[in-house]
């Protein structure tokens, strides 16, 4: 015997699939806005925690200044110029990038009116 599927159910149903549709929509844009690989994203949590531990009486650095601030923590970890089999996409520069973000993003946190 089939039932009639009646118009509140309809709509509770849509509204359902609404929402789950946009939580994963959510989710997915969240964890890629700061890297797509685990490198990228320790690189932004790295620049985040830099960024946050500047002096009070400091100024946002020049993008020369980040990339070389950068090169130097990869260097100090061991992993500026590591080959992984296989390398992860963007490289060494993809994960500056993340860094310079981060940074950037930890500084205007602690430093909001500069």
């Known amino acids: 015997m089939a039932r009639k599927l009646r118009p509140a159910r309809l ?27 685990a490198e990228e994203r320790a690189a932004y ?6 960024g946050e531990q500047a002096p009070s009486d400091a100024k946002l650095p020049t993008d020369d200044e980040l990339n070389v601030m950068a090169q130097k923590r990869f260097e100090q970890q061991g992993s500026g110029d590591q080959l992984q089999n296989p390398p992860p996409p963007g490289g060494l520069e993809a994960r500056k990038q993340a860094f310079e973000q ?4 930890g500084f205007k946190k602690v430093h909001p009116e500069k």
């Open 11 to 37: 709509t509770v149903l849509i509204g359902l699939a609404a929402l789950v549709v946009c939580g994963v929509a959510v989710f997915c844009t969240h964890r890629g806005s700061h890297g797509r690989t």
């Open 45 to 50: 949590e790295m620049g985040e925690k830099a």
């Open 102 to 105: 981060g940074y950037r993003d």
